[in-house]
């Protein structure tokens, strides 16, 4: 299984950006797919998960201003950010937290990376 993340990039304060993570490969069952960022020097953090059943999960810091979705006919899960600040900068990874057929066992499935500079 690979993710491939996409839509990073340098960008105002008070701009937007949508970042892709299309995922090649099966997985029997998605628990959750999600991003995460990792800022230079900082612990890497949870920005947003959307559910098997379509529920969204957003951290404090990004709440009404980004927005999580998926296409599953894709196989692609998507991240809309507006309002961007300089504290968003960071390293945003996707994330697909899988389970077995029997949904008996978790596995954790990393995209690449793909860096968003906000500017001031």
């Known amino acids: 299984v690979q993710l491939q993340a996409s839509g990073g990039g340098l960008v105002q304060a008070g701009g937007s950006l949508r970042l892709s993570c299309a995922r090649i490969?099966?997985?029997?069952?998605?628990?959750?797919m999600g991003w995460f960022r990792q800022a230079p020097g900082k612990q890497r953090e949870l920005v947003a998960t959307?559910?098997?059943?379509?529920?969204?999960n957003y951290a404090d810091s990004v709440s009404g201003r980004f927005a999580i979705s998926r296409d599953n006919a894709k196989n692609t899960v998507y991240l809309r950010m507006n309002s961007l600040k300089p504290e968003d900068t960071a390293v945003y990874y996707c994330?697909?937290?899988?389970?077995?057929?029997?949904?008996?066992?978790?596995?954790?499935?990393w995209g690449q990376g793909t860096q968003v500079t906000v500017s001031s």
């Open positions: 994330n697909v937290r899988g389970e077995n057929m029997f949904r008996t066992k978790e596995f954790d499935y």
């Open positions: 490969g099966n997985i029997d069952s998605i628990k959750y």
């Open positions: 959307i559910a098997r059943d379509g529920t969204t």
